[in-house]
């Protein structure tokens, strides 16, 4: 299911260049005509250069350099290397190779060139259907970095060292022993790289900004099969462009970055009927709105299933839930708190636990499974805007959707603030992304069950119709599940990052779930 949705998705063409002598205007998308022509003319020109040799023999001789493994369609491997976290998404490349190594990585690289095929890396594929769906994905190989999931830890300089298939699990489980706390995504199971590369909002965002702001350096396998380190003084403006831009310059194979002397939060959730929505959820709102930066929270309105492996509380129940990170002491969290908890919640789990607990606060599925959504940013939440969202989603609504939540965002994620924090600590300044002109965050999604799939696309199409006025100029790329124009992802920065893709991969072969050439 990769359905677009109205307000939720949109379609661009790759403009060509077709005339020598370029106005003012036409220098501005230069990069992308010509790079838009050149990996045509690349795949032409490769393709007319193997048609006397055999494919097959070509990916034989890869194999043979390959410490990890190549499938092919018809291999007994081939179906389940090709699986994405999101088993919703049906990926059919060309090839998939699983790394075992970056030397793979550059092998990989090399060879795809030479039989003019482009290479799309990979870690986990929770956002994998805007890559799947990209034209010509029949003639990309896919190299899965999910088996490289080492992490090496520097307690003294609070520096994470990751291999790119480590997962957020593997992150915290290294680095909780030394009373260091990653900016970590909301599950154990997501995959370090592709969200600290298309930015990274974490539950200590708020006061920390994006995860991407905290990489110091990066090993990454150009088009060229160059492995190249790139930092705040190597390779600037490829270091600038991954920090935010995605994953469309290179293979990244390794990324450092910082960790922070966390060790204990305030954190839980606050738990209503879906009846309650109405009174709670504009209460939640003006709430964030005199919050503190040290306090972060999701709203999430859920209709579960009654399923054996949820839990009573949860099982066959429409639902508000509010979680709420603090960095506080008990005594001024209580006291943030108590507007909240004058509604009676039915459940409240906020108590001091270990930062590392914050994997599981989200309940995230623990597992590979089916889903469909996508992501919207708005300007604000004012009341007309949560009577809006509890339209679409709130008591009595009819929706096929499983959960629509708001995040909360600000403090440190605002991108002036976020370059004033860099500049006061002396860090290298952030990346092509440094936050976000907007104050929260809308995710909603389901389950496309057999049936369900036209209600879906229905459902999420008239939340967002209804929220619509609200939209932000911007998207984030790690909640965007559908293609966009990388402006709605990049703004005025796309023409520069459009430059860095031209530099380092002027055919284009470099794929990426969300392409700065769209």
């Keep these: 299911m990769n359905t677009p949705v109205s307000g939720a998705a949109w379609s661009a ?24 022509l050149a990996r045509r003319r690349h795949h032409e020109a ?9 494919r097959a023999a070509a990916f034989a001789e890869l194999a043979d350099r390959l410490a990890g493994r190549l499938s092919l369609p018809g291999d007994a491997t081939w179906d389940a290397d090709r699986l994405a976290w999101n088993l919703a998404v049906d990926q059919r ?34 956002n994998a259907g805007p ?42 489980a290294a680095a909780t022993p030394h009373g260091l706390a990653a900016l970590a995504g909301s599950s154990h199971d997501v995959g370090v790289m592709g969200y600290t590369l298309g930015g990274g909002i974490s539950w200590l965002a708020r006061s920390h900004g994006l995860a991407a702001n905290q990489v110091l350096a990066a090993e990454i396998v150009t088009a060229d099969g160059r492995l190249r380190r ?13 920090r935010g831009g995605g994953g469309d310059f290179g293979v990244v194979t390794a990324l450092e970055f910082r960790l922070f002397p966390i060790t204990e939060v305030l954190a839980g959730m606050l738990l209503w009927p879906l009846d309650a929505a109405e009174q709670v959820l504009p209460a939640w709102a003006a709430w964030t709105a005199e919050l503190p930066d040290s306090v ?23 639902l508000l839930l509010i979680e709420a990170v603090c960095q506080e002491s008990p005594e001024r969290a209580a006291e943030l708190l108590a507007p909240l908890r004058a509604f009676s919640p039915e459940i409240d789990t906020v108590h001091p636990q270990p930062v590392a607990e914050l994997l599981q606060l989200h309940m995230d599925p623990p597992e590979p499974s089916p889903g469909f959504g996508d992501g919207m940013m708005l300007t604000e939440l004012a009341p007309a805007t949560v009577r809006a969202f509890l339209a679409a989603v709130g008591p009595g609504a009819d929706t096929a959707l499983l ?25 290298p300044a952030p990346g092509a992304v440094a936050g976000f002109d907007a104050r929260y965050l809308v995710f909603a999604g389901g389950i496309p069950m057999p049936g369900l799939g036209d209600a879906l696309v229905a459902s999420l199409g008239r939340l967002f119709s209804r929220i619509e006025p609200w939209r932000a100029p911007v998207e984030y790329l790690n909640f965007s599940e559908n293609r966009r124009p990388a402006e709605r992802l990049f703004g005025e920065r796309v023409h520069r990052l459009r430059a860095v893709k031209h530099a380092v991969d002027p055919a284009g072969m470099i794929r990426s779930n969300h392409s700065v050439l769209a």
């Design 13 to 36: 063409a790759e403009p060509e260049s077709t005339t020598p002598a370029r106005t003012e205007a036409d220098q501005a998308i230069a990069p992308v005509a010509d790079l838009a």
């Design 46 to 54: 490769t393709a007319a250069d193997a048609a006397p040799r055999d």
């Design 93 to 126: 490349p060309a090839a998939v190779v699983v790394a075992a190594g970056a030397a793979d990585a550059v092998e990989t690289v090399r060879a795809a060139a030479g039989l003019g095929l482009g290479v799309a890396a990979q870690s986990t594929g929770h």
């Design 131 to 172: 890559l799947a769906a990209q034209d010509g994905f029949d003639e990309v190989v896919l190299l899965k970095m999910s088996e490289l999931r080492g992490v090496e830890i520097d307690p003294e300089a609070r520096v994470a060292r990751i291999e790119p298939g480590a997962q957020w699990g593997d992150v915290v």
């Design 230 to 242: 790139i930092d705040a003084e190597h390779d600037t403006d490829l270091f600038w462009a991954i």
């Design 296 to 318: 972060t929270s999701t709203a999430r309105v859920m209709r579960l299933p009654a399923l054996p492996e949820l839990p009573p509380f949860l099982s066959g129940r429409e």
């Design 403 to 427: 959960v629509a939540e708001l995040r909360h965002l600000g403090g440190v994620l605002d991108p002036d603030a976020a370059l004033d924090v860099a500049a006061d600590h002396g860090t």
